[in-house]
């Protein structure tokens, strides 16, 4: 899901957009109850409502706590990129 791009983005809508492809994004659309749609930019825009308002509360409130040291791995990261082998030797397993 990572790429050697810029990771400076105006919008979220244009991080998902130009990061993302279509398969990932709809794994990232699978986390959300509801139903999601099957274009790319439909995609992008629902995910962005999702996490509107307390949305992004809400769906932080929703991981667990292995799920939410991956988020804070990546956050903190001097690339936002997940390095899965450098997780699963600190905390001893991967996040689902």
Known sequence: MASNRDSSFGTLAEALDISLTVGGLK????????RSPARKDELVAYIVGKLA??????????????????????????HPVFERARFRAKYGADPT
């Open 27 to 34: 794994k990232l659309a699978a986390l959300f109850p509801g």
């Open 53 to 78: 308002g307390d949305g992004l509360r809400a769906a932080w409130e929703r991981l667990d706590d292995l799920q939410r040291a991956a988020v804070a791995e990546v956050v903190h990261a001097p």
